[in-house]
């Protein structure tokens, strides 16, 4: 499978670890940078190419680093069609691709070790989305609104 990868300064480490355990594990990573570690670099460049790409390539998946992870997925999410999702332990990894057919892992690596990370990523390229009607529905639901900016009904009362 291609992977996008996506990062700053504060994932650098973990991104060099991660392509070299993706080719390992006989996936196709594909580095959107940061290329050099630089200390005072911004995050949005790499992850929002990373994203896009994601997005552009139907059946890969992307991986946004950062120290906490939390702008990394806000940036990714900004690309019409990303559903990156912010992961902090096994279950919220498989979750994520279980229930809400993320494409995009967000990672903080300032909150996990190596092992522990990859072990996130793992999960997250090994589960499938579950086709559940309600998931399906709940992304019907975001998806639409991202392209016509139509809030989805609210349910009726009673």
Partial sequence: ?????????????????????LKANGHEPVDCGAFVYDAVDDYPPFVLRAAERTVAEP???????????????????????ARAALVWNEETAVLAREH?????????????DLDTATRFVQ??????????????????????YEHTGDLP???REG
């Fill in 1 to 21: 499978m291609r992977v996008f990868l996506g990062t700053d300064h504060a994932g650098f480490e973990l991104k060099e670890h991660l392509v070299g355990w």
């Fill in 100 to 112: 809400n057919d993320a494409n995009i892992i967000s990672l903080g690596s300032r909150q996990h």
């Fill in 123 to 144: 999960l997250f390229l090994e589960t499938h989305y579950s086709k559940e009607p309600r998931h399906t529905r709940r992304i019907k639901m975001i998806s639409g």
């Fill in 59 to 81: 059946g890969s998946l992307g991986i946004v680093i950062g120290g906490s992870g939390n702008g990394e997925q806000i940036a990714a999410n900004k690309i019409k069609g």
């Fill in 153 to 155: 009904p609210l349910p």
